[in-house]
C-alpha cells in the first residue's frame, strides 16, 4: 500500500490555502505532519478523505484515485480519518458510534469481531458501552473517535491533532495507543502541534508552513534540525 | 365525564395526525436545519390521491373495505414520499451550498406550486371523501361509545409511529440517519452517503404526512387545497413544541397539542380552539425554549 498526494492544491473561496502539497506514505510508517496553526495541515488531511475537494493535484491511494472519489466512498477504500476535536456522535451510545465506523461493513460477524478488539485495545469503551458518548471525558471521547475509524478496517489512519486539550498524562497514553496500533501494521499519517511527541513517535516528519511543504526527512533528523528545534521544539531541550 | 373522555379520544385521534405530519418536520430539520414549508401541502397531496384511489380508481369497492385501506395506505404513502423525493432533488438539493435562506424562499416557492398544482388538477371547491369506507359503527370501550373511525385513525397513527420509531432507534440505516443530523462531515467518515440518507429522510417525512393527510380525509370526511396550511402550522407547532429535530418530541407534541385543542374546544369555545393551541406553545416555549424533549445530552467540546 502506498499514499501519494501529488501537488495538492486547494482554494476556500477565492484562496488558496494549499499551494501544491507533495507527500508520500508507504505502508508501516507513522509519518508526522507538523506546523503552524494555518499551515494547512487539517485541510490536507481533509482534503485526503474527501471533505474538501482539491482545486489541482492528485491523490492516490495505490492505483485508485481518491481526489475523484465522494468522501463516503474513501473510507470504504480504505482511508479512515480521526478528526480534529474528535467529532463523536454526542447523543448516541458509545456502542452505536463504534457500530458507524464499520457502516458499510454488511458482514455481520466479521463487525463484532473488530468491536471486540476495540473494546480489547480500549477496555475503558467496553465499561462505557451504553453510556452517551457526549458524557464522556475528552481522553475517553478521543478513545472513541480512534476505536470509531478503526471499525472501518481501514488501510491507512488519519489522526488530526489527537492529543488536543487533553491532560498531559493522557497525552501519553493516547500516543502509546498510537503506537501500539502501528505495530500491529497500521500506517499513520498524525497531524500535531505537540511536535516533540509526534516526533519521537514517527519514521518520518513533514514540516508545513502556509499551505507549503518546507521540509522533509526522518523523524531523528527533524529532532536534530536547528530550524526545527527553534520554531517547534522550544529551542534545544 | 363521558364528554371529558370523548373529547380526549377525538384528542388523541387528531393528534396522532399532527404527530404524522410533524415527524416530517423535524426529521427534515434534523438532517437539513431547514423547515420545509412544503410539508403541509404535501400532506394535503396525500388527502386528494386518497381521495382519488377511493373514487376514481374505485380501489375500496374492488377488494373490500379491510383490504382496500391497507391498499389505501400504502398507495398514498408511496405516492407522496416519491413527491417528497423529488421535491428534495430538484428544490433542495441544488440550494445545499447556498446560504440557509435561499433554501427557505425555495421551500416557500414548492408549498405554492403544490397548493396550486392541487387547486388546478381538483379545482378549489371543497371535496367529499365517499361515505362507507368505513363502517359507521361506534365500539364500546369501558361503556365509552368512540367511532371505529377515530379508534382507526389513532391505531394507524400509533403504529406507524412505532415503526418509525424502531427504524430510528435499532437499524443500521437509522442510526445512520440520527449521525447525519449531528454532524454531516463526521458521518462521511464513516462512510456513510449523506445524499442518500437526506433523501431518504424526504422518503419518510412526506410518506408519513401523506397518510395523515388520507387519516385526515377519512376522519373529517372532506377535504380542501388549502387544508396542507393549518395542518402545517399545528404539526410544525407540534414539533417545536416536542423539541424541534427530535423524534419522540415530534410525537409527544402532536399528541398534546391534539388533546389540548380538543378540550379547549369543548369547554373553552370551539372559535378559541386554536388560540388555545397557540397559547399552549407559548406558554411551554417560555418555560421550556428548547421544546419539550429538546436537547437532552448536551455535546462536551
Known amino acids: ?237 | 365525564m363521558e364528554e371529558f373522555f370523548q373529547q380526549l379520544t377525538n384528542g388523541l385521534a387528531v393528534g396522532g395526525i399532527y404527530a404524522l405530519i410533524a415527524l416530517g418536520y423535524t426529521m427534515v430539520y434534523g438532517v437539513l436545519k431547514l423547515i420545509n414549508f412544503a410539508h403541509g401541502d404535501l400532506f394535503a397531496l396525500g388527502a386528494y390521491l386518497g381521495l382519488t384511489l377511493l373514487t376514481s380508481l374505485g380501489l375500496n369497492s374492488r377488494v373490500g373495505p379491510l383490504a382496500g385501506l391497507a391498499l389505501l395506505v400504502v398507495f398514498v404513502t408511496g405516492l407522496v414520499a416519491l413527491a417528497g423525493a423529488l421535491l428534495e432533488r430538484a428544490a433542495y438539493r441544488p440550494l445545499r451550498q447556498s446560504p440557509r435562506l435561499s433554501a427557505v424562499v425555495s421551500a416557500l416557492g414548492a408549498s405554492i406550486f403544490i397548493q396550486n398544482t392541487i387547486m388546478l388538477i381538483y379545482g378549489s371547491k371543497i371535496h367529499v371523501y365517499p361515505k362507507g369506507i368505513l363502517p359507521a359503527v361506534a365500539v364500546n370501550i369501558f361503556g365509552l361509545q368512540v367511532p371505529l373511525v377515530r379508534i382507526l385513525v389513532f391505531v394507524v397513527s400509533l403504529l406507524l409511529m412505532a415503526a418509525l420509531f424502531a427504524f430510528i432507534q435499532k437499524t443500521r440505516l437509522g442510526t445512520a440517519i440520527r449521525a447525519v443530523a449531528i454532524d454531516q462531515d463526521a458521518a462521511r467518515l464513516m462512510g456513510i452517503n449523506v445524499d442518500q440518507v437526506i433523501m431518504i429522510v424526504f422518503l419518510i417525512g412526506p410518506g408519513l404526512g401523506g397518510v395523515a393527510g388520507l387519516l385526515v380525509g377519512l376522519y373529517y370526511g372532506q377535504v380542501n387545497f388549502t387544508m396542507g396550511w393549518i395542518y402545517g402550522l399545528k404539526a410544525f407547532t407540534a414539533a417545536i413544541l416536542g423539541g424541534i429535530g427530535n423524534i419522540p418530541g415530534a410525537m409527544l407534541g402532536g399528541l398534546i397539542l391534539g388533546v389540548i385543542e380538543a378540550l379547549g374546544a369543548a369547554y373553552v369555545s370551539v372559535a378559541w380552539k386554536d388560540a388555545i393551541a397557540f397559547l399552549v406553545l407559548i406558554v411551554i416555549l417560555i418555560a421550556r425554549p428548547k421544546g419539550l424533549l429538546g436537547e437532552r445530552v448536551a455535546d462536551k467540546i
Open chain 1, 1 to 237: 500500500m502506498i499514499l501519494k498526494v501529488e501537488d495538492l492544491r486547494v482554494k476556500y473561496g477565492q484562496v488558496e490555502v494549499l499551494h501544491g502539497i507533495n507527500l508520500t506514505i508507504r505502508e508501516g510508517e507513522i509519518v508526522a505532519i507538523l506546523g503552524a496553526n494555518g499551515a494547512g495541515k487539517s485541510t490536507t488531511l481533509m482534503a485526503i478523505s474527501g471533505l474538501v475537494k482539491p482545486s489541482a493535484g492528485r491523490i492516490f491511494l495505490d492505483d485508485f484515485p481518491l481526489h475523484e472519489a465522494p468522501a463516503h466512498e474513501i473510507v470504504n477504500r480504505g482511508v479512515a480519518q480521526v478528526p480534529e476535536g474528535r467529532r463523536v456522535f454526542g447523543t448516541l451510545t458509545v456502542a452505536e458510534n463504534l457500530r458507524l465506523g464499520a457502516f458499510s461493513n454488511r458482514n455481520q460477524e466479521q463487525v463484532e469481531q473488530i468491536e471486540a478488539r476495540i473494546y480489547e485495545l480500549f477496555p475503558v469503551l467496553k465499561q462505557r458501552r451504553d453510556q452517551l458518548a457526549g458524557t464522556l471525558s475528552g481522553g475517553e471521547q478521543q478513545m472513541l473517535a480512534i476505536g470509531r475509524a478503526l471499525m472501518a478496517g481501514p488501510k491507512i489512519l488519519l489522526l488530526d491533532e489527537p492529543s488536543l486539550g487533553l491532560a498531559p498524562i493522557l497525552v501519553k497514553t493516547i500516543f502509546r495507543t498510537i503506537q501500539h496500533i502501528n505495530e500491529s501494521g497500521m500506517t499513520i499519517v498524525l497531524v500535531e502541534q505537540n511536535a516533540r511527541a509526534a516526533l519521537k513517535l514517527a519514521h518520518r516528519g513533514y514540516v508545513f508552513e502556509v499551505g507549503r511543504v518546507v521540509l522533509e526527512n526522518s523523524a531523528e533528523k527533524l529532532l536534530a534540525d536547528p530550524n526545527v528545534q527553534n520554531a517547534y521544539l522550544g529551542g534545544v531541550a
